[in-house]
C-alpha cells in the first residue's frame, strides 16, 4: 500500500523576510540551546514530536549515526520548554554556500495549539540567521530553508508562510504506507 505525498520547500533570502509570532503570554516558555549533542534526547524530541506524523526518516539510525549528525558543526538543537516540560524544538543544520536548513521543527502534540509554534519557529529562524555567530567557522547565512510535506501538522504550511517563508518547489511521490511506532510502544 503507498500514500501520496506532497513535499513543498520554502525559503527566506534575507533576515527581513522573517515576520516573528508574538511570544506566547508569561514567562511560561523558554527556548534553550541544547549545548551538548545527545543522541537519547534528540531522539525523544524527533518521536514525540512526528510519532503522531509519520515521521521515520530517523527511527533507524543507530546510536553512533545520531551523534554523528549531531556533532557536524553548524547543527543545533533549539528546544522550547512550557513551565520546565520539553514542548517541542527546531533543529538547524549549516550547508554549503550559507544555507541553514530548517531539518525538524515542530510540538509535542499536548503543546500544540497553545502559541508556542509560531514562537519557536521564529526563534529558530532568527537563530538561523545569526549561525555564523556562534559557528565563526561557516560563512555568513545567505538563505533559510525548509520542506514541509503533506504529512505534516495541519497547521504548518500557515505558519511557515505567516513567518514569511516563500515556496520555491513542490514535488508529489508515492511512498510506502509505513506504519509508526510513535513515541509510545504499540501506540
Known amino acids: 500500500m503507498s500514500l501520496t505525498v506532497t513535499t513543498w520547500s520554502l525559503e527566506q533570502t534575507a533576515p527581513g523576510d522573517l515576520r516573528p509570532a508574538a511570544a506566547p ?9 541544547a549545548e551538548i549533542p545527545s543522541p537519547e534526547f534528540s531522539r525523544f524530541l524527533y518521536a514525540s514530536v512526528g510519532g503522531d506524523l509519520r515521521w521515520t526518516d530517523r527511527l533507524s539510525l543507530s546510536y553512533a549515526q545520531w551523534q554523528e549528525q549531531l556533532a557536524k558543526p553548524g547543527v ?12 517541542g524544538y527546531v533543529e538547524l543544520a549549516a550547508q554549503a554556500g550559507g544555507d541553514v536548513e530548517i531539518v525538524y521543527f515542530g ?17 529558530g529562524v532568527r537563530r538561523a540567521w545569526d549561525l ?20 505534516d501538522g495541519e497547521h504548518a504550511m500557515d505558519n511557515y508562510l505567516r513567518r514569511g517563508f516563500r515556496l520555491f518547489d513542490t514535488k508529489v511521490e508515492e511512498e510506502p504506507d509505513v ?3 510513535g513515541p509510545w510502544p504499540g501506540a
Not at 26 to 32: N, Q
Not at 109 to 122: E, T, Y
Open 107 to 123: 510540538l509535542i502534540p499536548a503543546f500544540r495549539g497553545r502559541r508556542i509554534g509560531g514562537h519557536l519557529l521564529s526563534y
Open 76 to 87: 543545533e538543537t533549539w528546544v522550547a520548554y512550557e513551565k520546565g516540560t520539553p514542548a
Open 179 to 181: 506504519p509508526t511506532p
Open 25 to 33: 503570554g508569561g514567562d511560561d516558555v523558554r527556548i534553550v540551546l
Open 132 to 151: 555564523a555567530e556562534r559557528h565563526p567557522e561557516l560563512p555568513g547565512t545567505k538563505r533559510v530553508w525548509l520542506h514541509t510535506c503533506s504529512k
